[in-house]
């Protein structure tokens, strides 16, 4: 079973730019579905992107220009990238893994069942 890990969040300034990172171990982080989410304080958790072992990205409507994800399978790592950070981007960031699905993966967090801590992100105006 595969376990992630989180790291590079921290606080940046509004227009900044930030890579978050999961460090995967275990076994079945290269033939699965990925994804990134985030829950903002006193808000539902939402969806940011998901990618499937060849790379193929699909992000979620409101992510899509300034978040850019990728993967190594061969370093159990995968990256979130964002840019032209504003305040509503405050939020812990997580990492997740779908291990039934390596291809066309799905969007719904229902379906990643394992979980990383998560990465805390704070950006000030």
């Known amino acids: 079973q595969v376990q992630l890990m989180e790291s590079g969040g921290g606080s940046v300034q509004t227009g900044g730019s930030l890579t978050l990172s999961c460090a995967a171990s275990?076994?079945?982080?290269?033939?699965?579905?990925m994804g990134w989410f985030r829950q903002a304080p006193g808000m539902a958790r939402e969806g940011i992107g998901i990618?499937?072992?060849?790379?193929?990205?699909t992000y979620a409507g409101s992510a899509k220009g300034r978040f850019t994800i990728s993967r190594d399978n061969a370093k159990n790592t995968l990256s979130l990238q964002i840019s032209s950070l504003r305040p509503e981007d405050t939020a812990m960031y997580y990492c997740?893994?779908?291990?039934?699905?390596?291809?066309?993966?799905?969007?719904?967090?229902?379906?990643?069942?394992?979980w990383g801590p998560g990465t805390a992100v704070t950006v000030s105006a």
């Open positions: 997740a893994a779908d291990l039934g699905r390596a291809y066309t993966c799905r969007t719904s967090a229902f379906y990643y069942k394992t």
């Open positions: 275990g076994y079945g982080f290269s033939s699965a579905c």
């Open positions: 990618i499937d072992i060849g790379g193929t990205t």
